[in-house]
């Protein structure tokens, strides 16, 4: 028969404070962040990972170690890209040298350096800033080739734009870049009560599995159609390319059915759409082709 736990030990259960959770710091609006206090919550974005012993895993915005103390030591090497010089200390502090802490802005690190080493594709994960989601999403998209993974945690809204289906409001420009670089999958709902300070919404957890091989096409002007028919997404696909600046008498050409509106095509309708207009590229002005703001809120 087991004997029941003393006093002093269930005094020392009571006291015992978890080293990560010790080290609190003030949040910085500035820097977009929400410390995620839950550890089911982090456990779980660990165990979904599924992380193999010579994994090389990339941690974006680490924190005061969230998730980092989940990830160590279950993976051949660990790189964490935090930009708070704060937290930075925290880690260092708590990790030692069985973490490497980049203090950089992630958005201008080249994840190239950590993939040459062994010429294996990175496993990334992160709780990113909301504010710079978008911009995020293109570092990552920029960088496709080295990239086996990104498990992500976005906003609940973003993330259902992310696995839209065809012909529904929320499938739009995000759901069409997404799905040529990636396959994305919606893991998990991440409650707003998880973080600290709580945001204004609840979140989701995202992976996005990165192709090997992407479809050829010219990617410049894939995006600026989808980008431009998207914006005008009440009406049709020739309204759409009319205002990219194709001349009606091109358009009426192409062997494709320009009645139809942005939402009711596919990835592979989009890249087939491109392909029978890049012969007109050359007719629209560069102005077409301009990529998304780095500030914008929303890319449908």
Not at 203 to 221: K, N, P, T
């Amino acid at each position: 028969m087991q004997s029941r736990p003393s006093f002093i030990e269930n005094c020392a259960r009571v006291l015992y404070i978890d080293p990560v959770s010790a080290h609190m710091l003030p949040p910085k609006k500035s820097l977009g962040q929400n410390f995620l206090r839950d550890e089911n919550v982090a456990r779980n974005i660990v165990e979904s990972l599924h992380l193999r012993p010579d994994d090389v895993v990339v941690e974006i915005g680490p924190g005061q170690g969230a998730l980092t103390k989940h990830l160590r030591g279950r993976c051949e090497r660990l790189i964490a890209i935090e930009l708070d010089e704060r937290a930075v200390g925290i880690l260092q502090e708590l990790f030692g040298e069985s973490i490497e802490v980049v203090h950089a802005d992630v958005r201008t690190v080249s994840l190239d350096q950590f993939f040459h080493r062994k010429q294996q594709r990175l496993r990334v994960v992160g709780n990113i800033p909301y504010n710079i989601t978008s911009e995020i999403l293109f570092w990552l998209f920029d960088q496709h080739g080295v990239i086996e993974d990104a498990t992500l945690m976005v906003q609940l809204e973003v993330a259902r734009r992310f696995v839209a289906p065809i012909g529904t409001k929320d499938y739009g420009i995000l759901a069409v870049s997404v799905r040529y670089y990636t396959e994305p999958e919606l893991l998990f709902k991440v409650s707003r009560n998880s973080f600290y300070p709580k945001p204004g919404v609840d979140s989701a957890i995202v992976r996005l599995g990165f192709r090997q091989r992407l479809a050829e096409c010219d990617r410049e002007l894939l995006t600026a159609i989808v980008r431009s028919t998207f914006g005008k997404r009440r009406k049709t696909l020739r309204n759409g390319l009319r205002y990219m600046g194709f001349p009606d008498a091109q358009l009426d050409t192409v062997s494709f059915d320009l009645t139809k509106r942005p939402e009711q095509l596919s990835l592979d309708e989009f890249l087939e759409l491109t392909q029978l207009l890049y012969p007109f590229r050359t007719l629209v002005g560069k102005g077409a082709f301009a990529l998304p703001g780095a500030g914008s809120k929303r890319t449908d």
